[in-house]
C-alpha cells in the first residue's frame, strides 16, 4: 500500500528554535511536496521538489528551507521558528508527469507545530 | 495562473440530504482535476479525479463531471451520512506541471 509517513504528528517548540519535520515515501516517486494547511487558507506550497538535490520555491517559500538528499526523504526546515509559523504541515509525493499524467498526489497524516 | 475556487462553508446538512459543494477554476489547457476529502485528525486523500472535458470522477457514491464550457467540477452526492462529514478540498494540476492547486476547502458537517 501507498503511503507517506511524517516523523512527527504535533510538536511544541518555542521561537527562534530550529525545527525539523521529516517525511518519508515508500513509492518510488519523484516529486515531493510541504504544505501548509490554515483554517480559511486551504493548502499553499511551501516547497517541492522533482528530484534528489532539487528543489523549487512553491507559493510561500519565506522561513523555510528543505532538503532532499534522497529520492524517499523529504525534510522542512524552520531555521528560527516564529509564532506565525503554527500551522499544520502536509507532506506529500507524486510521480513524475511523464509516468503519470493525471499527477495525483499521495499525502502524509500531517504535522501539527506550535510554536510559543 | 492557475486557480481554484470553492464554495466557502461550513456546509450543514441532514443525514440523508443532497450534497453539492461547487467548485470553478482557471486554467491553460487541459488540466487535472481532483477532489480530496480530509476526515477529522487526518491528512488529505484523493476522493476522485477527472483527466479530461466530460469525464465523470466517481468513488463512495460522490461524483463530480468535468464541464469545460463552464470550467467547473462540482461535486455531489445523493444523499449524505454523518460518516460523511469532513474537508473537501478541490484541485487542479496544469497540463504540462507537476504541482496541484487547492481551493481553499468547504466543511461538511452532517447531522443525524
Known amino acids: 500500500d501507498v503511503k507517506v509517513t511524517q516523523s512527527s504528528r504535533y510538536l511544541v517548540k518555542r521561537t527562534g528554535e530550529k525545527v525539523f519535520l521529516e517525511c518519508v515515501q515508500d513509492?518510488?516517486?519523484?516529486?515531493m511536496f510541504w504544505y501548509r494547511q490554515d483554517p480559511g487558507l486551504g493548502l499553499r506550497l511551501i516547497y517541492f521538489?522533482?528530484?534528489?538535490?532539487?528543489?523549487e520555491k512553491g507559493d510561500i517559500p519565506e522561513g523555510y528551507s528543505v532538503s532532499r538528499e534522497k529520492k524517499e526523504r523529504f525534510s522542512l526546515i524552520l531555521e528560527s521558528a516564529s509564532t506565525n509559523q503554527t500551522s499544520m504541515y502536509l507532506c506529500?509525493?507524486?510521480?513524475?508527469?511523464?509516468?503519470?499524467?493525471?499527477?495525483?498526489?499521495?499525502f502524509g497524516e500531517g504535522s501539527r507545530l506550535t510554536v510559543l | 495562473g492557475n486557480s481554484v475556487t470553492q464554495m466557502e462553508g461550513p456546509v450543514t446538512l441532514s443525514e440523508e440530504a443532497f450534497l453539492t459543494i461547487n467548485c470553478t477554476y482557471t486554467?491553460?489547457?487541459?488540466?487535472?482535476l481532483f477532489w480530496y476529502v480530509q476526515y477529522p485528525g487526518e491528512g488529505l486523500q484523493l476522493l476522485l479525479k477527472?483527466?479530461?472535458?466530460?469525464d465523470k470522477g466517481s468513488n463512495k457514491g460522490f461524483e463530480a463531471t468535468y464541464r469545460k464550457e463552464t470550467t467547473s467540477f462540482h461535486l455531489e452526492k445523493g444523499s449524505v451520512q454523518v460518516s460523511d462529514s469532513a474537508v473537501y478540498f478541490c484541485?487542479?494540476?496544469?497540463?504540462?506541471?507537476?504541482?496541484?492547486?487547492f481551493g481553499a476547502g468547504t466543511i461538511l458537517r452532517v447531522k443525524s
Open positions: 506529500a509525493s507524486s510521480l513524475t508527469a511523464y509516468r503519470d499524467r493525471t499527477g495525483e498526489l499521495f
Open positions: 521538489s522533482y528530484d534528489v538535490k532539487m528543489k
Open positions: 484541485a487542479l494540476r496544469g497540463e504540462y506541471g507537476n504541482k496541484l492547486v
Open positions: 486554467a491553460t489547457g487541459y488540466p487535472s
Open positions: 513509492m518510488d516517486h519523484e516529486n
Open positions: 477527472a483527466t479530461k472535458a466530460d
